[in-house]
């Protein structure tokens, strides 16, 4: 990537919110595996890094794939802060703005078939704190923190005017123990107080919420 720019080449006519309807089939990718080079740091799994913008104010609905744009990918610690270092910081981002980090192969969409049966957690944020929380959080993911095994997805961090979000996904939205467990790593990884509630929402609502109405806002 030439300089942090690259990131946000992305079409600006997108009328979606980041939760919004898909009319593309969602099939799992075909990725070639990501070449690590000698002496570098293997993370436990490899990733995607994505982005999206919302133009607020446009009526028309576009296709939400048009709007989600891969950044890069990679498998390594080396390859990771490489990428990392050349991207805007969310605080730095224009409002209705989105990142995306999960696992090669899954994409940041409900009808994706790793997410179809999972949910998220979703932390609002104060403006001001957006970035340092978003990079905790990555790094507690990268460096399997979590200890959910398989569970987790990917993170997503939202930018918008009043507030911003970041979110955790995982597969198993019916799994108690699992999302207690996520839920209190996230607690402590972000430093959040003990008697902080977060939101868990699963996709299944998501796209129940949508269709009754106004697509919801966090990521």
């Known amino acids: 990537m030439a300089n942090k720019f690259d990131a946000l080449k992305t079409s600006d006519d997108s009328g979606e919110e980041e939760n919004s309807p898909r009319k593309s089939d969602v099939h799992k990718e075909d990725l070639p595996e990501i070449e690590v080079p000698p002496g570098d740091h293997r993370l436990q799994y490899a990733y995607s890094f994505w982005f999206s913008r919302r133009t607020p104010g446009k009526q028309a609905i576009h296709n939400y794939d048009q709007n ?6 990679f498998a390594t610690v080396e390859q990771f802060w490489n990428l990392y270092s050349h991207l805007l910081r969310p605080s730095e981002l224009q409002g209705h703005s989105d990142y995306h980090v999960f696992k090669d192969g899954i994409k940041p969409m409900w009808e994706d078939e790793a997410n179809q049966k999972g949910g998220k957690w979703i932390v609002r944020l104060r403006k001001g704190v957006v970035s340092r929380c978003w990079e905790n959080l990555l790094l507690a993911m990268l460096g399997e923190q979590f200890m959910v095994g398989q569970e987790i997805c990917g993170v997503v961090v939202s930018v918008r005017f009043q507030e911003d979000f ?10 108690q123990s699992t999302t207690a467990r996520i839920r209190d790593t ?4 972000l430093n959040f107080p003990p008697n902080t509630i977060l ?3 699963t996709h299944t609502e998501s796209l129940k919420t949508w269709k009754g109405g106004p697509p919801p806002r966090p990521a």
């Open 68 to 73: 989600l744009k891969r950044v890069g990918r």
């Open 166 to 175: 970041i979110s955790v996904w995982n597969r198993t939205a019916s799994d």
């Open 186 to 189: 996230l607690k402590r990884v």
């Open 199 to 201: 939101e868990y929402k």
